[in-house]
């Protein structure tokens, strides 16, 4: 099963225009107001004359390998300084993809954030749901590969940090030993939290409905088994950041035509941890799945030693395209 996001997540408003700060002087008209008057956060590329902004921050970062913001500073800030604090609060909270200021997922020293605040929507609900920013798939459990597929139904808290809390199993449609898996891939999950009244607050019993498909098997072909163990001397760390786990693009053409399939990919892990040369060993369904499948493998990085040096060593994975969606 695999759960595709998108890079253009809703959180982060892309601004065509380019940095045009004079003429963005509606903030100076609002110096009054709270952030109690604004919807939640939004990260923006650039400043766009044609929003009315409460409030506009810039915050400073570092960025961990693992897309975890630290080290934050507010370095501007236009509007009441009541939205300083909020503005540093709500990037702290946010897991980022570091290939999105880098381009290449590896640990950023600085990186500027602009955050802008929007007024409430009048006719909008009170409180603004938690949404989803990393969503990772569930395991199909390994001992059972002949169940078939299923779902499972749940529940979690999601609390003001973004994390799920309390997650329970509230039906299972399948064979109960999809229910640990679900359990352990909706606690890892992250979200921008809930908001309300110019904070972010707990969202209570999340509903959660996520997907198991079988592995797909080649059978003659080298594949996931073969890859680097500690039984052959080797330690393999997935350092890949978070944002990049979500999965692979799904062809509109083939999910319009309900195809599924997958692709089993062959790479090598180079010494500084990226993938090269990649190549499908084999698929079944479209050969659009192929070229989404080694996009989606070249941009994951690991941490490959033996014997405490980096090493180098053939790498597998067979990435699968369902058509059912985890719906978080």
Same mark, same amino acid.
């Given at each position: 099963?695999?759960?595709r996001?998108?890079?253009?997540?809703?959180w982060?408003?892309?601004?065509?225009?380019?940095?045009?700060?004079?003429?963005?002087?509606?903030?100076?008209?609002?110096?009054?107001?709270?952030?109690?008057?604004?919807?939640?956060?939004?990260?923006?590329?650039?400043?766009?004359?044609?929003?009315?902004?409460?409030?506009?921050?810039?915050v400073?970062?570092?960025?961990?390998?693992?897309?975890?913001?630290?080290l934050?500073?507010?370095?501007?800030l236009v509007?009441n300084?009541?939205?300083?604090?909020?503005?540093?609060?709500?990037?702290?909270?946010?897991i980022?993809?570091?290939?999105f200021?880098?381009?290449?997922?590896k640990?950023?020293?600085s990186?500027?954030?602009?955050?802008?605040?929007?007024?409430i929507?009048?006719?909008a609900?009170?409180?603004?749901?938690?949404?989803?920013?990393y969503a990772?798939d569930?395991?199909?459990?390994p001992?059972?590969?002949?169940?078939g597929?299923?779902?499972?139904?749940l529940?979690?808290?999601?609390?003001?940090? %973004?994390?799920?809390? +309390?997650?329970?199993?509230?039906?299972? !449609? &399948?064979?109960?030993? /999809?229910?640990?898996? =679900? @359990?352990?891939?909706?606690?890892?999950?992250?979200?921008?939290?809930?908001?309300?009244?110019g904070?972010?607050?707990?969202?209570?019993?999340?509903?959660?409905?996520?997907?198991?498909t079988p592995?797909?098997?080649?059978?003659?072909?080298?594949?996931?088994?073969?890859?680097?163990?500690p039984?052959?001397?080797?330690?393999l760390?997935?350092?890949?950041?978070?944002?990049?786990r979500?999965?692979?693009?799904y062809?509109?053409?083939?999910?319009?035509?309900?195809?599924?399939?997958?692709?089993?990919?062959?790479?090598?892990i180079?010494?500084? %941890?990226?993938?090269? +040369?990649c190549?499908?060993?084999?698929? !079944? &369904?479209?050969?659009? /799945?192929?070229?989404? =499948? @080694?996009?989606?493998?070249?941009?994951?990085?690991?941490?490959?030693?033996?014997q405490?040096?980096?090493?180098?060593a053939?790498?597998y994975?067979?990435?699968?395209?369902?058509?059912?969606?985890?719906?978080w």
């Amino acid at each position: 099963m695999v759960h595709r996001l998108s890079r253009a997540s809703s959180w982060l408003v892309p601004v065509l225009g380019l940095g045009l700060l004079a003429g963005c002087d509606s903030t100076a008209e609002f110096a009054t107001l709270t952030p109690a008057d604004a919807q939640r956060p939004v990260l923006v590329i650039d400043w766009t004359p044609d929003t009315t902004w409460l409030a506009r921050a810039t915050v400073t970062c570092a960025i961990t390998a693992n897309g975890r913001p630290t080290l934050c500073r507010l370095t501007h800030l236009v509007g009441n300084p009541a939205f300083g604090p909020v503005a540093l609060g709500f990037v702290r909270s946010v897991i980022f993809e570091t290939g999105f200021a880098s381009g290449q997922g590896k640990p950023i020293k600085s990186y500027d954030f602009k955050v802008g605040f929007i007024p409430i929507d009048k006719f909008a609900p009170p409180l603004q749901k938690a949404e989803i920013a990393y969503a990772p798939d569930p395991t199909y459990p390994p001992r059972i590969a002949d169940a078939g597929k299923g779902k499972v139904d749940l529940t979690c808290d999601i609390d003001p940090g %973004g994390n799920p809390r +309390h997650c329970q199993v509230s039906h299972i !449609t &399948g064979n109960p030993a /999809f229910g640990p898996p =679900a @359990l352990r891939a909706a606690s890892r999950a992250h979200y921008l939290p809930a908001w309300q009244h110019g904070a972010p607050v707990t969202e209570h019993a999340r509903h959660i409905t996520l997907y198991f498909t079988p592995p797909v098997q080649f059978p003659g072909l080298p594949g996931p088994a073969q890859n680097p163990s500690p039984a052959q001397g080797y330690a393999l760390i997935d350092t890949t950041p978070v944002f990049y786990r979500g999965g692979p693009h799904y062809p509109s053409e083939a999910a319009y035509h309900k195809q599924e399939g997958a692709v089993l990919t062959a790479c090598t892990i180079a010494t500084d %941890g990226t993938l090269h +040369h990649c190549r499908a060993l084999a698929r !079944t &369904g479209p050969a659009s /799945f192929a070229f989404y =499948a @080694l996009a989606y493998v070249r941009r994951q990085t690991f941490r490959l030693t033996r014997q405490g040096k980096p090493a180098s060593a053939p790498y597998y994975e067979i990435v699968q395209f369902t058509l059912d969606k985890n719906n978080w």
